[in-house]
């Protein structure tokens, strides 16, 4: 199960009521351990992207940075990856210890350290800093390359990334979170006369059990191993969705930008001293989603001139500018994120959550 709380939703820059990129994935196991049930403090989670003010944005969530497993960042630019050296520093001050992973360009890691070189930023955790170009380098004509996190002996992340196409180097993360359980065969113990006693949970824990008459259990014959796999799509920016062509045909949820309408877009190369942003429309993203059979599709990273309210009558730019264009052309479920939307993804559906 995967929780997501959009952090920022806004390009570019920040408005009144959208602050710059950032996505929080919470990474819980449903089957707990030994048929316990999950943890509420047990929610290690994956941050994509750092705008500015991330961490101002936290504390107005539940989600304690104490926890946070791995941070992926997209891309160098500032609405992208301000708000990390802050973010960090904070961590550092309220007394973090465990190590940390983040997956980021080059670039990152020079920012971060030149930060740290001219602030007197010290960090008392580890950090295992994944250049994404060093992921490349041996194998320059390969599209993706994955890194793989054990959160725990049962609980595994792999993230994906992807290039994609943007004014800088940018790149998507497939987060695919395996969680292993072993299923107790109930049925087949109750149909031998078994009681359900302690004896259940050393076998559903993979222990052989010596019954008081002395019969023996072995754990394999009442038990079987189960995977539970969800896959998710944070897309960095990009301009060419058709890139993740081959690594959408099996996620459960696309997350991704639709700056502007296509309109907008039009408009800004129509101009004499035209200068191609490279982002994707409204249209071309919904138009993917619809070729590649996505059931499930968030937008987010809009432009600060579309008003956070959804008014087709209005000719002020608003949401419901970028909801018509994109039900043109795709019929899945589709939410337009605003800041502090949670939503919940399991292996049967994407579901939105009360804030």
Known sequence: MLHLTFLGTSAGV?????????????????????GNPASKKNKP?????CGEATQHQLLKTNISSHQLAVICITHVHGDHCYGLPGLLASMAMSGRKESLT???????????????????????????????????ETTELAQSHTVSVPLSTTHQLDIEVIKLSHRVESYAFKITQTVQTIKLNIEKLKAEGVEPTAAWGRLQAGEDVTLPDGSQLKSLDYTQRVAQVLKVIVAGDNDNPQLLSEAAKDVDLLVYEATYTQAVADKIMSREDAFDPMHTTAKRIASFAHSAQLNNLILTHFSARYQPYDDPESKTPNMADIRLEVEQYYHGNLWLARDFMRFEVTHKAVNQLPN
Do not use: H, M
């Not at 920040?14 to 030994?34: D, M």
């Open 45 to 49: 989670w994956v941050l994509v992207d």
């Open 102 to 136: 983040i997956i980021a360009p080059q670039a990152i890691k020079q920012f971060l350290e030149a930060v740290k070189a001219n602030t007197e930023l010290y960090f008392p955790f580890e950090v295992e800093f994944i250049t994404i170009e060093s992921l490349f």
């Open 14 to 34: 920040p408005t009144k009521k959208r602050n710059v990129t950032a996505l929080a994935i919470e990474c819980l196991n449903p089957f707990g351990s030994a």
